[in-house]
């Protein structure tokens, strides 16, 4: 099981990804989850949101899931929740009729088990990363000044 994913890894999984569900995501804006999704939803990917708490809401063009199998098949499932529910996320990933690709746990969520059980089953695992500053880094979008966290301010 690896933890620090290669770059070669990273840019494979966000050129050949076209959907996230995320999973935790929140309707506010200054929650990491609903900025890290808005962004992958301006790069072109398809964002399902997955929280129960919101379900039936409307957020970046795709109703608010209750849970994995209401998001439909999708390349990764990004992971905005605390490590010790992180196995039951992916024993859902791996019931469904067709399975992710990928299993992507934020930046502090970590998960070696469930990590396990999941590259058992064939997908890859990343952890302990965002798919925003990685997309940012990889592809050349990270400001000078540190990291452009997406937030656009209208009185520039």
Known sequence: MTVTPSDDLLRQVLRE???????????????????????????GFRVVPVNPVHAGKELFGETVVSDLA?????????????????????????????????????????????????????LTVIQDRCPKIEYQRLFGELRMGGFNTGIISSKL
């Not at 076209?18 to 992958?40: D, K």
């Open 17 to 43: 990804s076209r959907s996230f569900a995320c999973v935790g995501v929140s309707p506010n804006p200054v929650r990491p989850s609903h900025y890290v999704a808005r962004y992958l939803k301006l790069k």
């Open 70 to 122: 209401g998001a439909g098949p999708v390349d990764v499932v990004d992971i905005f929740r605390r490590p010790e529910h992180v196995p039951d996320i992916v024993d859902e990933a791996l019931a469904l009729d067709v399975p992710p690709k990928v299993i992507w746990m934020q930046i502090g969520v970590t998960h070696a088990e469930a990590a396990a059980k999941a590259e058992a089953a064939g």
